[in-house]
């Protein structure tokens, strides 16, 4: 839309080249301030769509004139930036949405134990209640193994999430890219 609005020609071709690039910038740097990830990626995405467009526009303009010069080295750099920028910052969303679904399954799983374990303490205390019969210590004995293990079921548990709380509160390296140039 913006070459329509523009016009064609050599002139325009370089002009909007530099619209480009520059939307291309002042799309990065609004997602380097972006704190919402999800946001950050989109943003990224309309940056690198605009770096390729000026990478069309130049190849374009070399099929019309059969000189065979080389890209726009400071949009090659950028789009590759941005690029390698989404891979990384999706791959980060993606393994905090599979975090986030292990931590689900951990409060499932602690919910469930927790439910068993007041269930076995409701059963001790109606066999207590009870005259003391073989039967009832069998099955006494039985509730209080079951108990056993669910507790050892949730200290693995704890010592889980103990050890990634450890991994996650570690600061992360934080790697910028090179400086984006403009025009």
């Known amino acids: 839309q913006l070459n329509k609005i523009i016009g064609s020609g050599e002139k325009s071709n370089a002009l909007s080249k530099k619209v480009f690039y520059n939307m291309g910038n002042s799309l990065f740097r609004l997602a380097e301030i972006e704190e919402d990830m999800e946001l950050v990626i989109k943003l990224l995405g309309e940056s690198l769509r605009h770096y390729r467009t000026v990478i069309e526009i130049e190849k374009q303009e070399q099929a019309y004139s059969g000189l065979k010069s080389k890209v726009d080295e400071d949009t090659t750099v950028n789009y590759a930036i941005v690029q390698r920028r989404i891979k ?59 108990r056993s293990e669910n507790r050892k079921r949730l200290q693995l548990i704890e010592e889980k999430i103990e050890q990634d709380l450890g991994a996650t509160t570690k600061p992360p390296s934080a790697r910028q890219p090179g400086k984006m140039k403009s025009i």
Do not use: A, P
């Not at 999706?90 to 269930?119: A, F, M, N, P």
């Not at 076995?120 to 009832?136: G, T």
């Open 88 to 146: 990384i910052l999706t791959d980060k969303l993606e393994k905090k949405k599979r975090e986030t679904e292990q931590q689900k399954g951990i409060y499932q799983l602690v919910k469930e134990l927790l439910g068993k374990e007041l269930e076995i303490h409701k059963r001790l205390v109606e066999l207590k209640r009870k005259q003391q019969v073989e039967s009832n210590l069998q099955e006494r004995n039985y509730l209080l193994k079951q």
